[in-house]
């Protein structure tokens, strides 16, 4: 199995607003995220979050990635079990102390980026 995704290649046409690059790249965070390159809403959301991340400054060390496989119609994942991940894309923030401050899960009503920086600024 990979340890990367695809989709966590920057699409790199994203603009990005500075207000959600300065939440996401703030100092001690760190992402963990997982998707699928077989999944539409990873191949729809990932890239752009991806791109946002790099517009941020966030080094490659602060994003881990795992990818997510389906085995006999089910999703199956390193760090599933253990982070409570059902469906894809999710994303998971952690503070310096490895907290966990916020997660977004599959879709919401805005991008990933935009999603997580209002809930980081929401804390």
């Not at 959600?20 to 790249?25: D, F, N, T």
């Not at 496989?69 to 503070?95: A, L, N, R």
């Not at 916020?102 to 600024?121: G, H, K, P």
Request: glycine fraction near 10%.
């Amino acid at each position: 199995m990979s340890t990367t995704l695809s989709t966590m290649d920057p699409d790199g046409g994203a603009d990005i607003d500075p207000d959600v690059a300065a939440a996401l790249g703030a100092d001690g965070l760190t992402y963990k995220v997982w998707g699928g390159d077989w999944c539409p809403d990873c191949t729809g959301q990932l890239p752009a979050f991806a791109a946002a991340l790099d517009a941020a400054g966030v080094p490659a060390d602060r994003i881990e990635q795992y990818p997510v496989e389906k085995v006999d119609g089910e999703k199956q994942g390193p760090g599933m079990d253990e982070y409570s991940v059902e469906y894809i894309p999710t994303v998971i923030v952690f503070d310096a102390e490895g907290e966990e401050l916020t997660r977004f899960v599959e879709s919401a009503d805005t991008d990933i980026a935009t999603f997580l920086a209002r809930e980081l600024a929401a804390d």
